[in-house]
């Protein structure tokens, strides 16, 4: 599309107010953003939830943030139809993946205009469903498993650690699975029940129902203590960490609550058993290589399920149920 060929309008989804859930989501009719000269005008193809999506809406960041009204959504996919006067890097028509600025977002809507900072090209071959999963959680993950020194061709100093991975079912545990065995670890997984095979079948070496009591002590079948811990649910607590690790072992906390947060401090100079902080940053290498793994086959994203952009209330709802396996898609 030329610059003056672009639509005066489109389609978008915002809510007006902290609270309410899905049934505060509204249909609006508003103008096609422009670009700034480093930005780029993406047709979205594919949107997904995430977490923190969610909890910006329940007010996490009140009253700061968002202002309203507000289109949610950090993570797309889709093809350019305009470019900024200073981009170089893409041109009209290329697929792309884009984490979106996280304060002003604007995912479902049917344009959105973004940063050539905090977009690369989508491979051939990779559905926009596939890579609008990964920027989020896919980056929280491969993150995290670098904090821990994680090589993914298996060369780096804790390749072939013992590492325990949570909520292993959700959105960044499906991408941390298959990313810890791509690094020669020996998981242990968390999830519910009903997905032990499928965690199972992401390459987890031994998976644990979390409301068993044995699940709920993070305790191994095999009897191992685990050099890593790589913590996704914030209902955990270092109390059950600790006892869980060997003698040099590390939690690496991606969803910290209170009590983690103390202990992160707590233990920051400690020589033996501690816990770390890992906040996520935008990488266009790091979210390169996610793509790449994917175009290679080791790497991808389970979808828990799809929803068109008319049902985007739905797709929300089933965010916020808490039993999405993987990742939510809403797709234009």
């Keep these: 599309m030329a610059a003056g060929e672009r639509p005066a309008t489109m389609r978008a989804v915002q809510y007006s107010g902290y609270g309410g859930g899905a049934a505060a989501l509204k249909f609006v009719e508003i103008p096609v953003p422009s670009v ?12 997904s939830i995430n977490q923190s999506d969610l909890m910006t809406q329940k007010g996490m960041m009140r009253p700061f943030h968002p202002k309203f009204p507000f289109i949610p959504v950090n993570n797309v996919s889709g093809e350019i139809v305009e470019v900024g006067s200073a981009v170089r890097e893409f041109k009209v028509g290329d697929k792309v993946v884009s984490k979106l600025d996280f304060w002003t977002a604007g995912g ?3 344009y959105v205009a973004t940063s050539d900072k905090l977009t690369v090209a989508r491979p051939a071959g ?8 990964v920027p989020v959680a896919g980056l929280t993950a491969l993150q995290a498993l670098k904090a821990i020194g994680t090589k993914f061709d298996g060369s780096g100093t804790s390749g072939g650690a013992d590492v ?4 292993a079912s959700s959105g960044v545990g499906t991408y941390a699975v298959q990313l810890a065995k791509l690094g020669n670890h020996r998981v242990t997984a968390t999830c519910g029940a009903r997905n032990l095979g ?23 079948p095999s009897g191992k203590k685990y ?10 607590k270092w109390s059950v960490f600790k006892p869980r690790l060997s003698s040099h072992g590390r ?9 983690n ?6 233990t920051l100079f400690s020589r033996r058993k501690k816990l770390s902080l890992v906040s996520l940053k935008m990488s266009k290498e790091d979210l390169g290589l996610l793509l790449e793994l994917m175009r290679e086959g080791k790497l991808r994203t389970v979808v828990d399920s799809r929803h068109p952009f008319e049902k985007a209330a739905d797709a929300w709802a089933r965010s916020l149920s808490g039993h999405a396996t993987g990742k939510v898609i809403v797709e234009m």
Excluded at 200 to 212: M, P, R, S, W
């Design 108 to 110: 479902l809507a049917e």
């Design 251 to 259: 939690v690496v906390d991606v969803a910290p609550n209170f009590g």
């Design 198 to 220: 499928l965690v199972a079948g992401l390459g987890a070496d031994e998976v644990l129902d979390y409301k068993t009591p044995e699940g709920a002590a993070l305790s191994s």
């Design 126 to 133: 990779i559905s926009a469903a596939d890579a609008a999963g």
């Design 164 to 167: 325990l991975i949570t909520a």
């Design 227 to 236: 050099d890593y811990i790589v913590n996704i649910s914030n209902k955990n």
């Design 261 to 266: 947060f103390v202990a992160s401090v707590v």
């Design 36 to 47: 700034k000269k480093d930005e780029v005008l993406v047709k979205v193809e594919a949107a």
